[in-house]
């Protein structure tokens, strides 16, 4: 037999990453052409780009970004991670369009709306993994907890007897804060739209918009939640593992244009980054990660505030303590990264729920075009990561309602409360 070249080795992997979902003719017929041909560039497996600049917020959940930047699981394939540190998800967004960052740790909603143009400008782009799951937090005010409110019952009995103007925060308006909120004061009988009023801040800046009473409550990402608390300025409510345990959170993502040009950059950072989650997820570690993220040109917070949640550690500011099972989450056996096209879809249906799409589209087709599934699959084998058996999963959220994304169009004219 002749020499197996490189493109023969990187075919066999990419059909062992199908045989991985039962050699499926489906699953295959799901991948774009476009995508199977690009992903191995010109035969070669080395990245064509070896340095890449990767945006992150400050938040606990750019953990994975971070780690494998700072102990080097990037040079192992081939590339050097440059982070980012950004003001906010609108500069992450814009800096990812014009191509000043290559990829970046961001708000799951934020790539899907980025696709449709929803709010802004257009442009086709790409979930490459799912970063985290859970580890959010609605946290309210402790004047609201100063007129007996400690839940979303009774934040609801309080809005309908003293009438004012109640605020309420999150992050971006596609984004994942905006969609657990506006989830949470539904299930709660609070209309998001109608009832109360709600604004867009930048993470950092929750606590010290908090403090100055221009909010009522907010929901940001870990560890602003507790930073909340340490600071006796609010209480957390709700965590969003309480809202849908195990939720899609960041994502790793890019523009379709940085994957279609270094799909073999791409696979190498997905590679990375997965191992960076296996290793912050051994729960041994977690101190360090807390202590290597909390410095000031990361996350700049101290180092309690943030391993304290970390670790599953919970202290809601009211009373209760716990150890909860379904803290921040960035592998769980790989559970946690695989992009899931119900994940993605998901947001589709809150978008039009709440009218930032204005008609029912193709749900399964958008997220089949933004998921990448043929490139994460390659990553993953190569990584020696798992993979499901299907690319949907099946979940029961804080109201009840199960979302297995089997009828994206009827889940999201379901709710009654909608714009």
Not at 155 to 183: D, N, S, V
Not at 229 to 246: C, H, L, S, V
Not at 289 to 295: Q, R
């Amino acid at each position: 037999m002749g020499k197996v070249t490189s493109r023969q080795r990187g075919r066999r992997r990419f059909l062992k990453s199908v045989a991985a979902y039962g050699g499926s003719a489906a699953f295959a017929a799901m991948v774009p052409p476009a995508i199977r041909q690009s992903a191995w560039a010109a035969g070669s497996d080395a990245p064509e780009k070896k340095e890449v600049k990767v945006g992150f917020i400050p938040l606990t959940d750019c953990a994975s970004v971070l780690i494998a930047s700072v102990m080097k699981f990037d040079e192992k394939y081939g590339i050097k991670i440059t982070p980012s540190k950004e003001a906010s998800w609108a500069s992450v967004r814009d800096k990812l369009v014009n191509g000043e960052l290559d990829a970046s740790h961001v708000l799951y909603g934020l790539i899907y709306g980025v696709q449709l143009g929803l709010g802004g400008s257009r442009k086709d782009m790409a979930v490459l993994m799912n970063l985290n799951h859970n580890g959010q937090a609605i946290t309210l005010s402790n004047q609201l907890k100063g007129k007996g409110v400690t839940d979303g019952a009774s934040l609801q009995k309080l809005i309908g007897t003293e009438k004012r103007e109640y605020t309420f925060a999150h992050t971006f308006p596609t984004g994942t804060h905006a969609m657990w909120i506006y989830y949470w004061l539904a299930a709660n009988g609070v209309h998001p739209f109608n009832d109360v009023k709600t604004i867009t801040v930048p993470p950092p800046q929750m606590v010290a918009n908090m403090r100055v009473g221009n909010m009522d409550g907010f929901c940001v990402g870990e560890p602003w939640g507790n930073r909340a608390i340490y600071d006796n300025i609010g209480f957390t409510a709700e965590t969003t593992q309480g809202i849908w345990k195990d939720h899609p959170e960041k994502v790793l993502g890019a523009t379709a244009e940085f994957v279609q040009n270094y799909p073999n950059t791409t696979r190498a950072m997905i590679m990375a980054v997965l191992d960076a989650s296996r290793f912050i997820d051994t729960m041994a570690n977690r101190r360090k990660v807390a202590e290597i993220i909390a410095d000031k040109s990361y996350v700049n917070c101290p180092v309690d505030i943030i391993n304290q949640r970390l670790e599953g550690q919970y202290d809601n500011g009211i009373g209760r303590k716990w150890g909860d099972p379904d803290y921040m989450k960035f592998y769980n056996g790989g559970f946690v990264n695989f992009p899931w096209l119900s994940d993605g879809m998901w947001f589709l249906t809150q978008h039009k729920r709440w009218g930032l799409l204005r008609e029912d589209i193709d749900y399964l087709a958008v997220a089949k075009s933004v998921n990448r599934i043929a490139l994460f699959s390659e990553a993953a084998t190569q990584a020696k990561v798992p993979l499901p058996k299907e690319p949907m999963r099946s979940s029961k959220l804080i109201d009840g309602v199960v979302w297995d994304g089997k009828d994206p169009k009827k889940y999201a004219g379901s709710f009654a409360i909608k714009v």
